[in-house]
């Protein structure tokens, strides 16, 4: 069974840093698009960034310049640092894996970290 296992939320003060991680676990062929989403109270989740199995990566414009994601395919593992946050920063941030495969031939399928809270406030 496939799970994404997130760690890195914590609380921090306006202008700080933090660094998640997610890495994904089971029995895992390849992975196609891995990110991070976030959801703040009364909003919908969002995309933050994404990194491609090839290295390409895409940002939301309001994190452009402050966040950059990572992924190591050998570990199955996306990161995300995240510098220079703002109090609109917090939410509850969510990993993603896109078209996970269990072997070459198999369907891919979409899963969900179950998500870490990042609070941004002093």
């Known amino acids: 069974q496939v799970q994404l296992v997130e760690s890195g939320g914590g609380l921090v003060q306006p202008g700080g840093s933090l660094r998640l991680s997610c890495v994904a676990t089971?029995?895992?062929?390849?992975?196609?698009?891995m990110g991070w989403y976030r959801q703040a109270p009364g909003k919908q989740r969002e995309l933050v960034a994404s990194v491609a199995s090839g290295g390409s990566t895409n940002y939301a414009d309001v994190v452009k310049d402050r966040f950059t994601i990572s992924r190591d395919n050998a570990k199955k593992m996306v990161s995300l640092q995240m510098n220079s946050l703002k109090p609109e920063d917090t939410a509850v941030y969510y990993c993603?894996?896109?078209?996970?495969?269990?072997?070459?031939?198999?369907?891919?399928?979409?899963?969900w970290g179950q998500g870490t809270q990042v609070t941004v406030s002093s």
């Open positions: 993603n894996a896109n078209q996970v495969r269990v072997s070459r031939f198999s369907n891919g399928y979409n899963y």
């Open positions: 089971g029995r895992i062929f390849s992975i196609n698009d």
